[in-house]
């Protein structure tokens, strides 16, 4: 099957600290790849380097088999087929949920009004936020929030999604509902890129779990055999501090 995202070599620095080094992924159209590792080691840097959101030194970025890395990609047009939702929810304050939501199909993809209130209406109930569409940001919890967010990208109609640390703001509580939104995302077949410390989440939705380690991907395996068996000594110590 032919890759949907593709990185090959791909590099980056900030000044002499080399934060990603010859990174080489693959990941096809329907897979959800999820990306572990400790804090720093370059799992969110290299979601951003996906989205062009960071200059890469080396390498490239192919989005289906159209390399990203050249000058002239209009990242606005591709940011529309690439989705993301980070670990803040970046919600405008001052608009509704509905409004939040309609703004970037309205405005960016010139979309029609109708069209998309009534997609935008479907999602908030698929994700148990109907009695919310009329709500300011302010008065939601932060799970709800997430949620919108990520109503909001799936609105564009992407066909991947960059999920960064999406919980690691939110109260344990509001974790779980969070979760289920991406967890059914993935049984509808939606190509993923998850960064998460959430290692039981991981195990359930993964169809690849990567390993990262100082900028370089260590072990690359299906979410069975990595947590049960992980290849590498530094894998292994990582899982370690997660075994109660």
């Known amino acids: 099957m032919d890759a949907l995202i593709e990185l090959r070599g791909l590099s980056k620095s900030y000044g002499k600290h080399q934060v990603l080094k010859d990174i080489n992924l693959k990941v096809a159209e329907g897979e959800v790849i999820v990306l572990i590792g400790p804090s720093g080691c370059g799992k ?104 919108i967010a990520i109503v909001r990208a799936l609105c564009m109609n992407p066909v991947l999604m960059l999920f960064d640390e999406v919980t690691a703001a939110l109260d344990p509580e509001m974790v779980k509902e969070v979760l289920e939104v991406m967890q059914t995302l993935a049984k509808e077949n939606m190509t993923m890129m998850i960064v998460t410390h959430e290692m039981s989440f991981a195990k359930a939705v993964a169809d690849r779990v990567i390993f990262m380690d100082a900028g370089t991907i260590c072990e690359v395996g299906d979410p069975k055999t990595f947590f049960q068996c992980p290849q590498t000594p530094r894998a292994q110590q990582f899982l370690n501090q997660f075994i109660s």
């Open 44 to 147: 969110s840097t290299l979601l951003r380097c996906v989205n062009g959101l960071e200059e890469i030194q080396g390498g490239s970025v192919l989005f289906r088999n159209e390399d990203l890395t050249r000058r002239k990609t209009d990242w606005r047009i591709v940011r529309q087929q690439i989705g993301m939702v980070f670990q803040s929810y970046h919600l405008f304050p001052h608009m509704t949920v509905i409004e939040n939501i309609m703004l970037g199909p309205i405005q960016v993809q010139k979309r029609p009004k109708d069209e998309v209130l009534k997609q935008a209406k479907s999602l908030l109930e698929r994700v148990g936020l109907s009695d919310k569409t009329n709500a300011f940001p302010r008065q939601l919890s932060g799970g709800q929030q997430q949620r």
